[in-house]
């Protein structure tokens, strides 16, 4: 159960980048949703980055904005197609960009749809997922090619 703080909506919602997960029938496609969040570095994130440039590693203040920036931006991507009516997104993707004066803005979209079955395991689906997962057998078991035969040398003019 999600419960979105925007709008106070409160629904199940199965968000996936797949563009179609085995075993969700889906009954209704309601349209494509985008969810858009932006931060402002403050400074003592953006001095941290630059030390971070010079020294090497990871300004990790400067992730940890990104990783908000983008739950946000799946937040209200999820709000938004909750409330069209959807209770799954697939096929959701990311774009980032910066804005300008250290504004980092982070888009989520996808396809907001209606499913009625929330088995993301049926017997047939993982019955197909084991044989696709077997390993081609070692090489000392594979069969050999067939070698042809060499061909006949071309008759000789001598004799």
């Known amino acids: 159960m999600v419960r979105f703080p925007h709008t106070g909506v409160s ?5 996936t980048s797949a563009e179609s997960p085995p075993g969700y029938h889906v009954t209704r496609t309601v349209g494509m949703f985008v969810g858009v969040s932006a931060r402002n570095r403050n400074v003592g994130t953006f001095l941290a980055s630059v030390f971070r440039f010079f020294v090497g590693g990871e300004p990790k203040s400067y992730l940890n904005m990104l990783e908000e920036t983008r739950a946000a931006a799946l ?4 709000e938004a197609a909750a409330q069209d009516g959807a209770n799954a ?3 959701v993707r990311f774009d980032s960009s910066d804005v300008g004066n250290g504004i980092t803005e982070v888009v989520a979209y996808g396809t907001g749809v209606v499913v009625d079955s929330f088995n993301p395991f049926p017997e047939n689906a993982v019955a197909q997922a084991g044989r696709q997962a077997q390993p081609p057998p070692p090489r000392h078991q594979q069969p050999k090619p067939a070698v042809p035969e060499a061909p006949a040398p071309p008759p000789s003019r001598f004799y």
Do not use: S
């Not at 629904?11 to 968000?15: E, R």
């Not at 937040?75 to 999820?78: T, V």
């Open 89 to 91: 997104v697939f096929a």
């Open 75 to 78: 937040e209200r991507l999820g």
């Open 11 to 15: 629904t199940i919602m199965f968000i």
